[in-house]
């Protein structure tokens, strides 16, 4: 096994320390390996899309103020039929969009929206 420096914010720590807490792992080592996991199976289920995918996409952020994920959605307008933004608690935006599309544009509109690194929560409900 490899030892590797990374930076994090105390946001990132805070979460990591979280995950290992809540998952009862054995440290911020275990937590980061379990994150990785996570986000290599989110990837590979990104992969799987292929021919017409449809589903519902949900976004959670705190940039209200910014137009991030207004442009996103200005230039993907052709694979969203319908979307809503609604305000959470904390000052937390949701956003909703019923998308419907060939799955590599889907999968191109997703990693726009994470490689923003501006929402809390991004997830795709597929049909
Ligand atoms: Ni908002």
Redesign the pocket.
Known sequence: MSIVSISLDEESIASLDMIAESFKLKGRSDAVRMSIKSAVAELKEMDDYDGLVEGVLIIVHE??DDAWISMIQHRNEELIRTQL???LAD????ELMIVSGEGQRIRDMLREVHSANKASYIKLVRN
């Open positions: 940039h209200h933004h609604s305000h000052r937390k935006c949701l």
